[in-house]
T-cell receptor
Framework: EPEVTQTPSHQVTQMGQEVILRCVPI?????FYWYRQILGQKVEFLVS????????KSEIFDDQFSVERPDGSNFTLKIRSTKLEDSAMYFC?????????????FGEGSRLTVL | QKEVEQDPGPLSVPEGAIVSLNCTYS??????FMWYRQYSRKGPELLMY????GNKEDGRFTAQVDKSSKYISLFIRDSQPSDSATYLC??????????FGKGTTLSVSS
């Protein structure tokens, strides 16, 4: 069964460092997302990406964040200068719309710990 | 008022019990309603998807949507220890991002 894969599974970084989280969406999917979940809190939307551009972003997704689809398979989230409060589980998701139905498939997540 | 409200629990039931999980929402523009299951330190997994008021059944799971009351429910019949997880309600308008509730943690004891 096709799945969304994310790397790394866990990254520890120092405050102020740049971090890149990588995702390989399901191959025929056209919509890509990043969500985050701070420990004990709800899954929060960060950004959606379609046709090589951002289609929607939340207020969390400020200038420190960027996304890129550098080739036909990868979808990356970059945090330029990490803060302590960026510590969270980051989930990538991809989807395709069929008959008005859009089902998001989530990866296992990348746990980011900022020290 | 938060867009999506969900009682975080925790909820503990014995094996075989019927479980009822609920969410309320404030945005009447939401059209699509989902329930996801999330095991500890894993990504959310879609369980149920509905877009109209009424009931939808899939095996032991029934999703119920009441758009007039802005209320959705998930019922689990004959609950099993393997159902122990966090259940997230989620909803969206067409062309916009999926918004999640906080999740309800369920524990089913054998």
């Amino acid at each position: 069964e096709p799945e969304v894969t994310q790397t790394p599974s866990h990254q520890v970084t120092q405050m102020g460092q740049e971090v890149i989280l990588r995702c390989v969406p399901i191959s025929n999917h056209l919509y890509f997302y990043w969500y985050r979940q701070i420990l004990g809190q709800k899954v929060e939307f960060l950004v959606s990406f379609y046709n090589n551009e951002i289609s929607e972003k939340s207020e969390i997704f400020d200038d420190q964040f960027s996304v890129e689809r550098p080739d036909g398979s990868n979808f990356t989230l970059k945090i330029r200068s990490t803060k302590l409060e960026d510590s969270a589980m980051y989930f990538c998701a991809s989807s395709v719309v069929l008959n008005r139905r859009e089902e998001l498939f989530f990866g296992e997540g990348s746990r980011l710990t900022v020290l | 008022q938060k867009e999506v409200e969900q009682d975080p629990g925790p909820l503990s039931v014995p094996e075989g019990a019927i479980v009822s999980l609920n969410c309320t929402y404030s945005n009447s523009a939401f059209q699509y309603f989902m329930w996801y299951r999330q095991y500890s330190r894993k990504g959310p997994e879609l369980l149920m998807y509905t877009y109209s008021s009424g009931n939808k059944e899939d095996g032991r799971f029934t999703a119920q949507v009441d758009k007039s009351s802005k209320y959705i429910s998930l019922f689990i019949r004959d609950s099993q220890p393997s159902d122990s997880a966090t259940y997230l309600c989620a909803m969206k308008r067409a062309g916009t991002a999926l918004i999640f509730g906080k999740g309800t943690t369920l524990s089913v004891s054998s």
